[in-house]
């Protein structure tokens, strides 16, 4: 069965940090690409960034390159996500995802995309 959880959510100030994890089971992690979506309450999934493996390496959306990083370890099969400067605008549940279906949130809402329960990320003052 696959299997994605996700932890290393919290309440941060703005400017601070948080390091999400995502721990996967049930299939070749090394095989696949991962991806990190996040979702605002009453709003759609906006892509945020993917793992495309050791050669091709993580991909960034707009919004957070320069802020975020998103590494893989193959052996313990987790990927990571260091927020690093965070918004406001970054709160939101973030979620990791089995596979790489472009850059268009909704792309990831689909029945049959297997994602995590999702880590709640709050920035407040």
């Known amino acids: 069965q696959v299997q994605l959880v996700e932890s290393g959510g919290g309440m941060v100030q703005p400017g601070g940090s948080l390091r999400l994890s995502c721990a996967a089971s049930?299939?070749?992690?090394?095989?696949?690409?991962i991806t990190w979506v996040r979702q605002v309450p009453g709003k759609g999934l906006e892509w945020v960034s993917s793992?495309?493996?050791?050669?091709?390496?993580?991909t960034y959306a707009e919004s957070v390159k320069g802020r975020f990083t998103m590494s893989r370890d193959n052996d313990k099969k987790t990927v990571y996500l260091q927020m690093n400067g965070l918004k406001y605008e970054d709160t939101a549940v973030y979620f990791c995802?089995?596979?790489?279906?472009?850059?268009?949130?909704?792309?990831?809402?689909?029945?049959?995309?297997?994602r995590g329960q999702g880590t709640q990320v709050i920035v407040f003052s």
């Open positions: 049930g299939f070749t992690f090394r095989d696949w690409v």
């Open positions: 995802v089995q596979g790489y279906l472009g850059t268009s949130g909704a792309s990831y809402s689909g029945s049959r995309v297997v």
């Open positions: 793992h495309h493996g050791d050669i091709v390496g993580p």
